[in-house]
């Protein structure tokens, strides 16, 4: 059988043999110039390819750099006059959640007698974000210059102890409320635990380490019946994720405390109220409902007994958190080392005279001049607690709290700012 060569090139004498070889220089010529072809498109693609990476690789960085929030000189120049000390032996605090509730009036108490405060917050949309914003702006005009970030975000926390020693971090940044950690559990794990681990890493690295006061909650006495709750009380029961994250907070903060110095107050608030407060709470939401002619849930626990808590107004509140921060004793790590023991603290802030909520529906509608819609329900199983009672013998010992201001005063105060806030006029709202 003729090879394939025999058939497209038949052995012939004389010119098929000449043409044979000159067809067979032609084709090879031919392919090896199709082949290099193929090669030389194939590199201008891969370059082509690369090229297109790299200009990618530059405009996400760029649209990074631009996009950021922080960072370059003039942000740093920001940081450090906000930071500056005015007053003798005074402090240079970190607020985190500055634009929350409690955040925003420690940073202005702070500001006020001349320590220096740098506000970090991240403006999440759990409540109205205006309402931080405003916060902001507040914070702003007294000259505190507040970061958008998240403490999560490990890059701007180093950055910002790089650019100042701070002396005491003020850890209030934390997601709240009970009930919305039934519908959004991980935003819990995240703030409350992984933003806090976050930063006390950050801290335990830190030359010299900060003194920590940080957001507890009373929520952590969870099922106890045992009232006043006391800071010895077992806490080991919590009734909500809330009380769970707040719980694993003091058992991570100790954590620290014991392995790499830091020195760390722990406060566990009790019902803060006031101006300026978060829309999410019960005498927020009740002033709302009520000049808006809505009816309001008034939630009652087992064999009909009312809901009491312990309700704290926020300039009681602001005085234990300071009173926390000139207490607290330094750090006694150094390069992420413990070098002696350090200050550990768990105190109560409460008003320590519960007040049932029917009682608070009272008081509002006086102050308002409106009857409130009410409507009765038994307490459903959503974490709720149905008493609070704190015992502030400790921090009264320590550093001398002692709260002025009861509830009748404290509501008269709030609904004054919420009819000016939203713009209300004779419990009317103004066009």
């Known amino acids: 059988m003729p090879s394939l060569e025999d058939e497209l090139f038949p052995s012939t004498p004389g010119k098929f043999k000449i043409d044979r070889a000159h067809t067979m220089n032609r084709q090879f010529h031919r392919c090896f110039a199709s082949t290099s072809t193929m090669f030389l498109w194939a590199l201008f693609l891969v370059a082509l390819t690369a090229s297109y990476l790299s200009f990618q690789s530059f405009v996400d960085t760029g649209s990074r750099y631009l996009s950021a929030s922080w960072g370059g000189i003039q942000w740093e120049k920001q940081v450090r006059n906000s930071a500056q000390i005015h007053r003798s032996g005074g402090m240079s605090v970190l607020v985190t959640g500055a634009a929350g509730f409690v955040g925003s009036h420690v940073s202005q108490a702070l500001k006020k007698r001349g320590d220096g405060v740098v506000g970090l917050d991240n403006f999440n949309n759990y409540y109205d974000p205006s309402l931080k914003k405003a916060r902001k702006s507040l914070l702003n005009g007294h000259g505190i210059f507040v970061i958008e970030g998240d403490v999560n975000d490990v890059r701007l926390l180093e950055k910002l102890f790089d650019v100042v020693a701070f002396t005491h971090v003020m850890h209030l940044a ?233 509830l009748q005063t404290g509501l008269k105060k709030f609904v004054r700012w919420y009819l000016s806030y939203y713009g209300y006029n004779h419990g009317k709202p103004v066009n």
Not at 237 to 255: D, V
Not at 312 to 331: E, F, Q, R
């Open 174 to 406: 934390a997601q709240a409320g009970v009930r919305y950690a039934m519908e959004n559990p991980q935003s819990y794990v995240h703030s409350n635990i992984a933003g806090l681990v976050t930063l006390l890493e950050v801290c335990k690295a830190a030359n010299p380490q900060p003194s920590i006061v940080w957001a507890s909650s009373s929520s952590v006495y969870g099922l106890n019946e045992k009232v006043p709750f006391t800071e010895s009380d077992r806490t080991d029961q919590p009734a909500s994720l809330y009380a769970a994250t707040k719980k694993a907070g003091e058992e991570i903060t100790h954590t620290y405390n014991h392995i790499y110095g830091l020195s760390i107050t722990g406060l566990r608030f009790f019902t803060v109220y006031g101006p300026w407060g978060r829309p999410d709470m019960a005498y927020f939401s009740f002033t709302r409902n009520i000049l808006q002619g809505k009816p309001i849930t008034v939630y009652r626990g087992k064999n009909r007994v009312d809901l009491a808590r312990d309700f704290t107004y926020i300039d009681d509140i602001v005085k234990g958190c300071l009173g926390s921060l000139d207490t607290a004793g330094k750090s006694t790590g150094t390069g992420g080392k413990k070098r002696g023991p350090a200050q550990y603290r768990i105190f109560n802030l409460g008003n320590t005279a519960p007040v049932t909520v029917p009682t608070l529906v009272d008081i509002l509608e006086r102050h308002l001049k409106v009857k409130a819609k009410r409507n009765i329900v038994d307490m459903p199983g959503n974490g709720d607690v149905p008493y609070t009672h704190a015992n502030i013998t400790s921090a009264r010992k320590e550093f001398g709290y002692k709260p002025t201001t009861d």
